[in-house]
């Protein structure tokens, strides 16, 4: 093992250590040509083996305590997006992750979580089948080092330029090098294509060293995990998980910054962008002539989405396994306000729909909600038929007055539900849809919004005639079944229901909610995926497991939160 010498005024910094090739050259290590190949390649290998290395290690319990640093130690105060992955968490989770993973016939065949015992191995074998790193050994040149625990983020370089920084846990710095080395390689050729120093229990990758060293240098005088921001959103999303996400204030400036960036074209004449080289990775592009030196961002568009996230205060994500139940929690302070979903006194009313219902999302609607929506998207247009344009000519079009008919028709809050006793096998023949208990719940006015319903039914025409509406205390209800839209009108209990609050804990709080029991009715989820069609066996036996998912918002001291959770049986 080859110490680095700290530069001046480090040292009480990170301990700086390398490969011999490193001290070679104590200013850039890795610095060949071939325009960071490996480096790419070192990010996605390192994500993706230990996205699943602890599944294999929960199988023995070897290790049944999380502790120890986490990545948000070895990154700077100002990093402004930040991932990481935590595969040696408290023990619970580990082992709810792992009994619930087993009960999905698709993931325990495709990891063979039952009989594998080293999930890293696994997946880099699957890395290495792509045709990547195929002379790096993972049993001689990886397993003898590799950490539990993996962030990946993004670092300010002056105003216009950000970094990208690895930070991966190691747990013997003497065999790392070597690894680090062949992973450095792996993209062809002689010269390594990133650089690395080691501080703490973490190896601090980038792509150079001399990179690496000046942003430990950063970490060592304030980190991540020290800023009151990060710590401000961690602490709104409660226990710590599998996974933990990080934006800071400054990450929108940044965001819109980059995107520009990507849409400027040199001033070298016509140019067409063409979708196809891209299409493997999932990235779709306008295809069509630009003009030369143009930007399809204008100033003012850029200008007016800094200014819609002016008061944003940062974000926080955790994924978790707990009791039971995969959940996402986030939270996110400062966001745009007056939307769908927003801030407000009214609840969504899901709770009061059936308690038979095998779905449903509902929608707290705060006042001049479209308004305000469509505010903001003018706001960030640009040239092209303006908003009011748009508007007029649906009024046109549909007879109504917009957006203000809209919110009206909308009420305080929406619900849509569709019920788990709907015989998906008789629907499939019926002629006029009665077959489907599903509907529309609007806590509203009735006397303001049924004359809406008029005006939209008159423009439809005749095919109206088989929209049910009711109408009773303050509610308005919609169907094609007479029956279901009735029971829309009265109070339901699916607040009640067991399910329901597992998965939408604070549902008289959220001002949205999404949710599907699975196991509602006479099992309606089981009968879709068998009339999926090609692969309805394996699509029924992975849905058999699910027992319920809700989603749902709600606004605390101007703090948004969101919650994803989904229970298995």
Known sequence: MTTNTPPPGAADGPEYLGSAEATGDPTYFGTGPGGGRSWGILAGVTVAVLAVVGLGGWGAF????GGGSQPSE???ADTIGYVSIDLDPAADQKIEGLSILRKFPGIEKELDISDRDDLRRYVFEKIQDEGECKDVDYEEDIAPWIGDRLGVGAVPQGEDDVAALVALQVTDQEAAPAGLDALARCGGGDDAEFGYVFSGDYAVITETTKQARLLADEAAEGSLADDETFQARMSEVGDSGIVTMYASADAPDYLV???ESMFAVPDAGVQTVSAE???EQGVVLTSGPIAPGSDQMPDEMTEQLKKLYADFEGMAGVVRFEDGAVEFEFAAAGMPSGLPGGSTDEGTGVTELPASTGAAMALALPDNWLEEYLRQISAVMGEGMSIDEMLSQLEQESGLSLPEDVETLLGDNVAIAVDADT??????????GRELLAGIKVQGEPEEILPIVEKIKAKIGPEADRLVVEDGDGVVAFGLNPDYVEGLLSEGDLGDEESFQDVVPDAEDASSVFYVNFDAGDGW???L??????GAPEAKENVEPLDALGLSTWVDDDVQHALFRMTTD
């Open 62 to 65: 070897t290790l049944l305590s």
């Open 74 to 76: 070895a990154f700077p």
């Open 257 to 259: 910054d980059l995107q």
């Open 277 to 279: 080289p891209l299409s």
């Open 423 to 432: 015989d998906f096998e008789a629907l499939e023949s019926s002629e006029d």
């Open 525 to 527: 989820a089981l009968e």
């Open 529 to 534: 995926a068998e009339q999926a069609g090609e």
